[in-house]
């Protein structure tokens, strides 16, 4: 098993409507989570970052965490042609580093 | 916010030639910084672990005498790729953080391409 699982796309989405990316993690004992957002030929950019269970909002952006289910989410509202990218999920682990998915990749069709 | 700097963007070497690469942290220090190597249409993966004052960390599968890595301040590490081979050809990041739990900063890249 991954340490971080992503479906790595593409995933489709209208301009205008809500994307929603998911993410799992197998280490229960990880604290710090984190949604980086990579352009194509770009280094990742760290967009959202949350701590605790439940929702954080920021912008359009919305990052959910549920540490029972070990399941990161990040909700991306009206969707932008600007939004199609690769989305990492990545995680802060017990071994005192961050463990990257593997990306999925975010198409906004207009 | 953190600011991480890596020069050059883009390089092109002969084989067998050796090319390196900087990483500094502009705004704060960083005791550790991350390499990371990407091929096309795949996802970041860690090579090594570089600790200021000390030897780096490798990954399994990562040759230590080829990517030689150097952090001689809080500030600066540099990831030297020896004998380079155009397999090696991929896109290098580096990213540190002032506190590992707050989230990492990337540098933005260097595209090597070993002809």
């Known amino acids: 098993q991954k340490e971080v699982e992503q479906n790595s796309g593409p995933l489709s989405v209208p301009e205008g409507a809500i994307a929603s990316l998911n993410c799992t993690y197998s280490?229960?004992?990880?604290?710090?989570f984190f949604w980086y957002r990579q352009y194509s030929g770009k280094s990742p950019e760290l967009i959202m970052s949350?701590?605790?269970?439940g929702d954080k909002e920021d912008g359009r952006f919305t990052a959910q965490l549920n540490k029972a289910s070990q399941y990161v989410s990040l909700l991306i509202r009206d969707s932008q042609p600007s939004d199609s990218a690769t989305y990492l999920c990545?995680?802060?682990?017990?071994?005192?580093?961050?463990?990257f998915g593997s990306g999925t990749r975010l198409s906004i069709r207009p | 916010g953190a600011v991480v700097s890596q020069h050059p963007s883009r390089v092109i070497c002969k084989s067998g030639t050796s090319v390196k690469i900087e990483c500094r942290s502009l705004?704060?220090?960083?005791?550790?910084m991350f390499w990371y190597r990407q091929f096309p249409k795949q996802s970041l993966m860690l090579m090594a672990t570089?600790?200021?004052?000390?030897?780096?960390?490798?990954e399994q599968g990562v040759e230590k005498d080829k990517f030689l890595i150097n952090h001689a301040s809080l500030t600066l590490s540099t990831l030297t790729v020896t004998s380079a081979h155009p397999e090696d050809s991929s896109f290098y990041i580096c990213?540190?953080?002032?506190?590992?739990?707050?989230?990492?900063?990337f540098g933005s890249g260097t595209r090597l391409t070993v002809v």
């Open positions: 990213s540190a953080s002032s506190a590992g739990e707050s989230g990492y900063t």
């Open positions: 990545a995680v802060y682990s017990s071994a005192s580093k961050i463990i």
């Open positions: 949350i701590y605790s269970n």
């Open positions: 280490d229960r004992g990880s604290q710090s």
């Open positions: 570089s600790n200021e004052g000390s030897k780096a960390t490798y």
């Open positions: 705004d704060f220090q960083a005791t550790t």
